[in-house]
Nanobody, 129 residues
Framework: QVQLVESGGGLVQAGGSLRLSCAAS????????MGWFRQAPGKEPGKERE????????????DYADSVKGRFTISRDNAKNTVYLQMSSLKPEDTAVYYC??????????????????WGQGTQVTVSS
């Protein structure tokens, strides 16, 4: 079992930056593949969460949605049980609730929300134009 708590969301102007953090409980965090997903306004919670970024348990493999490639960076610090999402050059269309997710059974990384067993409560990111 692992519990995830996101932080770092907020209101930012277009072109600005934010860094999201996801702190995980549990001693085996380093064995979990991690992902960031988002839910845009108006979408039913739990439905149609959009893949943003993913990182393998070692941090050696990463993947990004095309819409954020070159602007967002996912990283992890296994000593601190934390995964990060550095977001730069933010756009109004990045406005969403951002969720981190974890799963121990993913061999490397996954872009599918259904592959992740554990989820945080989400943190709101709002980008004004």
């Amino acid at each position: 079992q692992v519990q995830l708590v996101e932080s770092g969301g907020g209101l930012v102007q277009a072109g600005g930056s934010l860094r999201l953090s996801c702190a995980a409980s549990g001693r085996t965090f380093s064995r979990y593949a991690m992902g960031w997903f988002r839910q845009a306004p108006g979408k039913e919670p739990g439905k149609e969460r959009e893949f943003v970024a993913a990182i393998s348990w070692s941090g050696g493999s990463t993947d990004y949605a095309d819409s954020v490639k070159g602007r967002f960076t996912i990283s992890r610090d296994n000593a601190k049980n934390t995964v990060y999402l550095q977001m730069s050059s933010l756009k109004p269309e990045d406005t969403a609730v951002y969720y981190c997710a974890a799963d121990r059974d993913i061999p490397y990384i996954s872009v599918r929300p259904d592959d992740y067993e554990f989820w945080g409560q989400g943190t709101q990111v709002t980008v004004s134009s």
